[in-house]
């Protein structure tokens, strides 16, 4: 079965820090040594929020008490084709920490965030959370590793 093109990515919160996955384990994997949020891609008839809270729980541990939709986000890569990622931050859940098959789960102070290995246009975004913009539509276009557009809410931004 092919993998749908809707994901969930989710930044879970303490007061300063985010909880990042560091993608180290999967072979093949777009994310390879990068660092991101923890989420996936939805299964057959699950909602946003279905995804959200099963992904979380199986890479984490956790079960979200406390969650905000914050936006949408439209991936386009040369040879990946396009995916359409439903973010949100969650500050509530309940739950132990465990390993995750899918890399290494961390606590990273909010200000330390910009010296890890991000994709270019996770930095957009974290900084659109980090504003508390309201609900936004980014699109972003990249060439393998290279991000040659980003548009927000229609309107280009680089």
Known sequence: M??????TLCYIETEDSYLMLHRVSKKNDVNKDKWIGVGGHFEEGESPEECLLREVREETGLTLTSWRFRGIVTFTQEDYGT????????DG?????KECAEGVLEWIKKEELLKLNLWKGDLIFLKLLKDDAPFFSLKLSYRGDELVDA???GLSII
């Open 93 to 97: 859940f309940k739950g132990e920490l």
């Open 2 to 7: 092919k993998k749908s093109p809707m994901t």
């Open 151 to 153: 548009v927000l809410d």
């Open 83 to 90: 995916e359409y990622m439903c973010l949100y931050t969650a």
